[in-house]
């Protein structure tokens, strides 16, 4: 796979605005967060929409969540739910679609920024959002940071659409669909955003089992995507008044965790600890050590990486 066709990543005219940073809420504060995104977010809605749970044997990219850890797409908590609760609000990482109208977590198994096919479980960001502002009348919690951390699977989508123009244009609709409901939500009230940039998935097990010329081709995509949404927030920073958006760095920082593993407490981090297409018990003794539990998700032990990694910008 050729890389340099994913590098040509067009940005519409937010990219001439200016990036305008600010803190999101005042230090120290316990934060009230409301959360879209995927299932590297998820603290059990799909589960609660469908019921369904993936058993032995395990597929390496899973499609619904584990009975292991708590229903969840790893051996545990996510990263929201790891944050530590004087820091977030605990109504904040609970399942939304479980209990609408109080707990405020909209992230699900499987969902695109931009719209995609496949009825509400595929939850793209614009109905995670449409359902968050159906649930409090219409209006945005003003005092909440709202989290949009999503694109993993678009970016997965564009490495499967082979490159070109159809990766392009599959990387411009998930970045305008970002810019687009962060718009909708500070319309509706929402000042204060945190929006985490898409992880180099030319690192994740999945893809390094393509070889490297996927590799490669999924870290150029991470890449084009990453500089859409830079210049998406720069210019939503500078022309929407009062508005506060923080860009976390996933990407750079995925990329540290496998140059320096022992950094980070890690011993693996290029395998999944689960074991595919086994019966029985298909999976790692040490998951704490691994980056990856299964193709594309982290371990526990990943996620409490990346809730130090967001919770610094909350």
């Excluded at 081709?217 to 939503?236: D, K, R």
């Excluded at 965790?257 to 981090?269: E, M, Q, S």
């Amino acid at each position: 796979m050729n890389a340099s066709p994913y590098r040509r990543f067009f940005v519409t005219a937010l990219a001439t605005f200016s990036y305008m940073a600010g803190p999101v809420l005042a230090e120290g504060q316990p934060q009230e967060v409301t959360v879209f995104g995927d299932s590297l977010s998820d603290p059990g809605n799909v589960f609660a929409l469908t019921g369904a749970v993936s058993h032995t044997p395990y597929a390496v990219i899973p499609s619904a969540p584990y009975t292991i850890g708590g229903l969840h797409f790893s051996n545990g908590k996510t990263w929201i739910e790891q944050r530590p609760a004087g820091n977030v609000n605990a109504q904040s990482s609970g399942p939304a679609y479980q209990v609408s109208g109080v707990f405020t977590n909209y992230a699900v198994g499987g969902a695109r920024a931009r719209p995609a096919s496949g009825g509400l479980l595929q939850g793209d960001l614009t109905v995670q959002v449409q359902n968050y502002l159906a649930d409090f009348g219409g209006a945005a919690r003003p005092e909440a940071t709202h989290v949009i951390f999503i694109g993993g699977n678009d970016i997965r989508d564009a490495l499967l659409a082979g490159g070109g123009a159809p990766s392009v244009a599959i990387l411009n609709a998930a970045v305008t669909a970002v810019a687009t409901n962060i718009q909708t939500l500070y319309f509706a009230g929402a000042r204060g955003f945190v929006v985490v940039n898409g992880p180099d998935v030319g690192l994740v097990p999945a893809v390094r089992m393509l070889g490297p010329a996927a590799q490669a081709g999924a870290t150029a995509l991470s890449a084009g995507y990453n500089a859409g949404l830079a210049a998406a927030v720069a210019g939503l920073n500078a022309g929407l008044p009062g508005v506060h958006i923080a860009l976390v760095d996933l990407f750079g920082f995925l990329q540290d965790i496998v140059a320096h593993p022992a950094k980070y407490g890690l011993t693996d981090v290029t395998d999944m600890c689960i074991i595919p297409g086994v019966k029985g018990d298909a999976k790692c003794s040490n998951p704490n050590d691994y980056l990856f539990w299964d193709g594309i998700h982290p371990t526990t032990a990943g996620h409490a990486l990346l809730a130090d990694l967001i919770g610094a910008a909350l």
